[in-house]
């Protein structure tokens, strides 16, 4: 007998924004502008997983400002957070003792950065949401979207929110809330990187029917404050090399605040092969390059985290549009692979959607196809960026970092710039998921990495301390197993079980049985930084990432 859906209050807008990052925020922002602007008003709802708005953002950044002129085009004196401009800037290739710099008066104009500001993405979107609350938006932190609602056509017509009070063991405690319906002429879906309703909404809708694989990375991160005769505001540093062997991509990120702080970063694809490669200790062995641990000497890491990155660009995008609704941001994934930016075009189209939105809600309509914002992306400068850098993951993944990235993709990006978008590769497909690009830990050797010395490099969960992560303790795990039986029946023979290192936080284990018996698959829910690695690079796709109560999970600061 099927257990009866709890009752739940109702509250209905005209449209529902799941997520407060650059992409929800803008769209919300646009929507009320419209509104103002047509002498009426409409009805917004924003909501937001993280304790905060800001909680877990986790970006660079290096903010492309276009998104923001298009949006608050006196955003310069309106007090925001946004007061660090790019003076300067360098790329290097990493070798185990030094670098090599490449010249940035050679480098495509596109993936330079002149004109772009240097920002805590929290910070922007914290302050965001106060222009937004300003114009009468409704935001709502620490408030879960776990559920999507649908009209009995099959259109999408809300989410549920704010369920709470239920035990590990699955049963209702005492403190339990049902949750709340937000319901919506058309409901805008920006949660980031591997959403979890995105996910659902794109295989019940099949809107990646006509696309690529979406391929992502894993993107992680500290604060420090440096010593103050080091610090160079305003200065932008992205590394490629060493300590990642040519096959596998990635590369650091330093970029330098006006406070003595930087943030300090480092990439790595999530197509690598080896399951033994450690990206946290890929991210702590680059600290111990001479260069960067001169930087660091005399230092404080503040904060960490941890965030997956869609990399897919043009050929990844699926369709935007479903009935009720639309994917915004990175819940389709906008990011250009070589700018190592996607913020402004998650702003961008948050726009684009909201603009559709308006014009159906103010035509009288609702939970039908939002067209307009299709054909919006389509004759963008959001696509056209895109599809300038469409060839440079693929062959970054085909020929490896040196020729792949810095020679065929640096070559790619001034033949584009110069042919408005031709190539002589025309458009490279990116193939296999991340997760199938994981190979039998029979073909590789494990990796060895330093130990950490606790000043320049930390073990994993002291750092996730700094990352402020917290969740309730008695709820059901959000990290769901489709079939238990897999991390050690399959994953662990085949692949040495590779959730034990992509993990950035610690939170799979494989631990000894009570009295040294069988070995078994220990999941601590509890340390989750919310990155979604393991819903993306799991070989046997086999972990489910789903929301936790509202509010759990970083606390990022700053970041």
């Known amino acids: 007998m099927t257990e ?64 923001l002129d298009a949006l608050l085009p006196d955003w310069r004196d309106m007090g925001s957070p946004i007061d660090t401009p790019v003076s300067s800037e360098s790329f290097k290739i990493l070798g185990a003792s030094g670098s090599v710099s490449l010249p940035v008066m050679g480098m495509p104009d596109m993936v330079k950065n002149h004109g772009c500001y240097i920002v805590s993405m929290g910070n922007v979107c914290r302050w965001l949401a106060e222009q937004a609350e300003g114009m009468g938006v409704e935001v709502y932190p620490g408030m879960a979207a776990s559920q999507v609602l649908y009209r009995e056509d099959g259109s999408v017509r809300g989410v549920v929110v704010g369920e709470m009070g239920i035990g590990k063991d699955g049963e209702k405690k005492d403190s339990y809330e049902p949750g709340m319906e937000l319901v919506g002429k058309y409901v805008l879906i920006g949660e980031g990187v591997r959403g979890s309703l995105a996910k659902q909404l794109i295989a019940n809708f099949k809107l990646d029917e006509n696309s690529d694989p979406q391929k992502y990375g ?77 930087l660091l000497e005399g230092g404080k890491r503040i904060a960490y985290g941890s965030r997956a990155i869609t990399e897919g660009g043009y050929q990844s995008v699926p369709k935007l549009a479903f009935p009720g609704g639309a994917l915004i941001g990175c819940s389709a994934g906008f990011v250009n692979v ?39 992306y389509h004759a963008s400068g959001v696509k056209r960026e895109l599809f300038k850098a469409r060839n440079v993951k693929p062959l970054w993944s085909k020929f490896g970092t040196r020729i792949g990235a810095i020679a065929l993709g640096g070559l790619e990006l001034w033949m584009n710039s110069i042919a408005h978008g031709l190539s002589f590769f025309g458009t490279l497909r990116h193939g296999k998921t991340d997760a199938a690009a ?62 034990q290192r992509y993990c950035p936080a610690g939170v799979y284990e494989v631990v000894s049985g009570e009295g040294g018996g069988d070995p078994q698959f220990q999941i601590n829910a509890q340390n989750c930084v919310h990155c979604k690695t393991c819903d993306i690079k799991d070989p046997s796709q086999n972990i489910v990432w789903t929301t936790p109560e509202g509010g759990g999970g970083p606390n990022y600061p700053n970041m």
Do not use: C
């Open 4 to 67: 009866q859906a709890p009752e739940r209050e109702a509250m209905e807008f005209d449209v529902v924004i799941v997520g407060a990052g650059p992409a929800g925020l803008s769209a919300a922002i646009r929507l009320k502008q419209r509104a103002a602007e047509a002498g009426g008003d409409i009805n917004v709802v924003v909501v937001e997983k993280g304790s905060e708005v800001g909680a877990h953002i986790l970006s660079g950044a290096v903010l492309d400002p276009s998104g």
């Open 218 to 294: 894993i993107g992680l991160k500290e604060l420090w404050e440096i010593a103050p005769e080091k610090s160079r505001p305003g200065h932008v540093q992205h590394t490629f090399g060493w300590p990642l062997k040519d096959d596998t991509g990635g590369g650091s990120f330093l970029y330098h605040y006006s406070d003595n702080t930087i943030a300090l970063g480092f990439v790595v694809h999530l197509n690598y092969k080896n399951p033994y490669l450690y990206p946290y200790g890929e991210f702590q062995k680059f600290k111990t390059h001479p260069e960067i641990a001169e």
């Open 338 to 376: 070589p700018r190592i930016k996607g913020n402004h075009n998650a702003m961008l189209t948050g726009m684009m959607a909201a603009d559709a939105a308006f014009d159906a809600v103010s035509a009288g309509r609702e939970g039908d196809m939002l067209d307009a914002y299709e054909a919006a």
């Open 438 to 499: 994981t190979e039998p830990a029979a073909k590789h050797k494990p990796v060895a990495y330093p130990r950490p010395d606790g000043q320049t490099t930390f073990d994993r969960l002291t750092n996730v301390a700094f990352s402020a992560t917290n969740h309730e303790e008695d709820q059901p795990s959000h990290l769901k197993l489709k079939d238990p039986s897999i991390p050690i029946g399959v994953n662990l023979p085949v692949y040495a079980e590779p959730a």
